[in-house]
């Protein structure tokens, strides 16, 4: 399976920009690179994704390494509201590898 | 988008037992997943829920501890059986639409815990 290694953990000040790291240094051609977040007692919701430029949506922004063995999710301004664990996950077809998740913890 | 419900949100069970969670989609879905996320962990995929044909197990789950029926395009369900206290876990059901594979809708999970 391919896998993913982010830091268990890292603390932002609110409405600062948070970059939120990691490693997949096994990704294949085919993989797509995914961003969610798990609020507590939530299932996980879509952040973004990508395949190998950078994307922006709404909420937040994904920067892809160009070997693609890396990538890093920003939130250009991060809220109370964005305090979860974010999980980098890699798409196998149709299914998805979570990692181990990185909690975030934003700080007023 | 899509909106998931399970059944039960929680429960408590004895060693032994077994317990059946049930997935409900309000649109007609292609794909359901299955995922186990074991207490302070990640999610872990247990299987895909194929409609009209058998369950597609990854590594380290097998059938006769997890059965999972796909009766239809918007309902699943998943079959914890034979429990014991490692199987305390929230188990957790997706669904992908046909259009795209790139978001998957997650429902709210199922805590359970096994005594």
């Known amino acids: 399976d391919a896998k993913t290694t982010q830091p268990n953990s890292m603390e932002s000040n609110e409405e600062e920009p948070v970059h939120l790291p990691c490693n997949h240094s096994?990704?294949?051609?085919?993989?797509?690179i995914h961003w969610y977040r798990q609020l507590p007692s939530q299932g996980p919701e879509y952040v973004i994704h990508g395949l190998t430029s950078n994307v922006n949506n709404r909420m937040a922004s994904l920067a892809i390494a160009e070997d693609r063995k890396s990538s890093t999710l920003i939130l250009h301004r991060a809220t109370l509201r964005d305090a979860a664990v974010y999980y980098c996950i890699l798409r196998t077809g149709n299914q998805f590898y979570f990692g181990t998740g990185t909690s975030l913890t934003v700080i007023p | 988008s899509a909106v998931i419900s399970q059944k039960p949100s929680r429960d408590i069970c004895q060693r032994g037992t077994s317990l059946t969670i049930q997935c409900q989609v309000d649109s007609q879905v292609t794909m359901m997943f299955w995922y186990r996320q074991q207490p302070g962990q990640s999610l872990t995929l247990i299987a895909t829920?194929?409609?009209?044909?058998?369950?597609?197990?990854e590594s380290g789950f097998v059938i006769d501890k997890f059965p999972i029926s796909r009766p239809n395009l918007t309902f699943s369900t998943l079959t914890v059986s034979n429990m014991s206290p490692e199987d305390s876990s929230i188990y957790l059901c997706s669904v992908s639409g046909s259009s795209s594979y790139n978001e998957q809708f997650f429902g709210p999970g199922t805590r359970l815990t096994v005594l």
């Open positions: 096994t990704i294949s051609g085919t993989d797509y």
């Open positions: 829920a194929n409609q009209g044909s058998e369950a597609t197990y």
